[in-house]
């Protein structure tokens, strides 16, 4: 039976009419039990008789992905619409791997595409990946071969293919929210992992430098700023210059660069044992599930690094001569309020994790497939610009809504230092600001945040490639 389906379903050559008919026989043969749809057992079962090999969870994938109406099964026109929508973006993937456009995949050109992504493989592991897919063993896969291979698998078998698309969190914009990167296996046992996040890190500290004098005024605006005393960006600056010379506009960038090292590795340990702990499938990790496990991890780190995050912020704040550096600060806050001072603004600093890194992936996840249902013609690689703008909206749309936990975290890291400063709790402090200065009272000092986003995206791009290149992550 399997000889049959092939034959009529795996042509060159198929008009509308021809695959409809095709997805209609298919569908009649898959349902089993004639009741208009095919549920994940039918499909597994039917699939298996006809020799058609799918991988681990994959009849279920499909159904969850088809499954429009929510009934746990496909009818017709789901199931037909599921394998053409798939089919779609399988003939994307297999010609951006045809580097040469004639038609065939060789090894060397899996190996040059993996090698795009960031994944250098040798050859011999690029011909046992081909290997896999080659049915008529002529060591070059045709579109039958590729579609025969992919289509009744769900489209996350492609992921280690599609590396285009991996949400990377080398491009910093100071915020330590976000869901950490991910690695393959091999970029782990290889010891790649490290390069690159050694290579993000170098790329955040050279970003948060450039950016300093704009995330200080941020930091000045959140604290100082209300509707009595307005501060404007130009006179924001022209106080510090006046309070401090140009290097004032540094303060507290020490620090802010220190920190990156030690969270992006904690962060990193803990997510991979949060992602094993919270898998459903071992070795693969669904997008809610990814979420749930950044935001754990970025909890862990927020929680061990924490102390450095108050101190940056009353080193970003200090008045000259107030503190001689890091340890200076850190004993007179210990000395003067203790070791809970170092906790100050806890509580919605982790608050503002969820919708962060939530929003971020979310926003990310949708451009990403508006792009691929929309100009992804020729290839699956959408260039770097497309990447990068992606990268930005989605950081940005998560600031958006995290930014007045943020805003309050800093006010509570503030409090003590601030002459006549009442020391209240976080929900006091939102009624406060909100009766006073209304809702955009939560919003001081976001023109500044925002305003560093695209040159501290630039910035890091930029460092990280040539760390890449450095490093030997890329040749």
């Known amino acids: 039976m399997y000889q049959v389906v092939r034959k009529l379903f795996f042509t060159d050559c198929q008009c509308a009419e021809d695959a409809s008919k095709t997805y209609d026989d298919l569908f009649a043969k898959l349902d089993t039990n004639k009741d208009g749809k095919v549920d994940v057992s039918e499909l597994k079962a039917g699939l298996a008789a006809m020799g058609i090999k799918t991988g681990k969870g994959a009849a279920q994938k499909m159904v969850s992905s088809g499954d429009q109406d929510k009934d746990d099964g496909l009818d017709f026109n789901e199931f037909s619409n599921y394998l053409k929508e798939h089919e779609k973006k399988l003939r994307i993937t297999f010609k951006s791997l045809d ?6 995949i060789d090894f060397l050109e899996i190996k040059q595409s993996l090698a795009d992504m960031g994944m250098d493989i040798s050859k011999d592991e690029a011909q046992k990946i081909l290997n896999s897919i080659d049915v008529d063993g ?19 078998n492609l992921q280690e293919i599609i590396r285009y698309w991996k949400h990377s969190t080398v491009l910093d914009i100071g915020d330590g929210l976000s ?31 450039g950016t300093a004098p704009l995330d200080r005024m941020k930091v000045f605006m959140q604290v100082h700023s209300t509707k009595s005393n307005k501060i404007s960006l130009v006179g924001g600056f022209k106080q510090m210059l006046k309070e401090g010379g140009v290097a004032s506009l540094w303060r507290g960038n020490g620090i802010n660069v220190l920190k990156i090292a030690p969270e992006t590795a904690i962060k990193f340990m803990a997510y991979e044992k949060f992602k094993k702990m919270l898998s459903s499938e071992p070795g693969k990790v669904k997008t809610h599930e990814r ?38 600060c850190a004993k007179k806050i210990l000395r003067k309020e203790g070791v809970k001072a170092f906790y100050k603004g806890y ?30 013609k020729d290839s699956a690689n959408p260039g770097i610009l497309v990447l990068l703008g992606c990268g930005t909206l ?9 930014y007045p936990l943020a805003l309050i975290r800093t006010r509570m890291q503030a409090q003590a230092s601030l002459e006549g400063s009442e020391q209240m709790p976080m929900n006091l402090m939102v009624k ?11 919003y001081r000092g976001i023109l500044p945040n925002f305003m560093k986003v695209i040159p501290a995206v630039s910035i890091s791009y930029v ?9 030997g992550i890329q040749k």
Request: net charge neutral; charged share 20%; aromatic share 12%.
């Open 99 to 104: 580097k040469n456009n004639d038609g065939r």
């Open 138 to 156: 002529t060591m070059t896969l045709d579109w039958n071969e590729w579609r025969e291979h992919f289509l009744f698998n769900p489209a996350t």
């Open 179 to 209: 869901i950490p990167d991910e690695f393959t296996e091999e970029e782990k046992t290889t010891g790649m992992w490290w390069k690159q996040l050694s290579a993000g890190a170098m790329a955040g500290a050279v970003s948060r430098t």
């Open 291 to 328: 979420f749930m496990a950044g935001s754990l991890a970025g909890a862990t780190a927020q929680t061990v690094i924490y102390p450095m995050e108050v101190m940056k912020t009353r080193l970003t704040l200090r008045k000259t001569g107030q503190y001689t550096g890091m340890s200076d």
């Open 347 to 376: 509580v919605p600093n982790l608050i503002g994790i969820i919708p962060y890194a939530g929003i971020d992936l979310a926003v990310y996840e949708s451009l990403k497939n508006f792009w691929l249902a929309h100009y992804a």
């Open 394 to 402: 989605s950081s940005t749309c998560g600031q958006l809504a995290s």
């Open 432 to 442: 406060k600001i909100l009766q006073k200065e209304g809702f955009f009272g939560l």
């Open 463 to 471: 460092v990280y490639e040539h760390m890449k290149s450095s490093l």
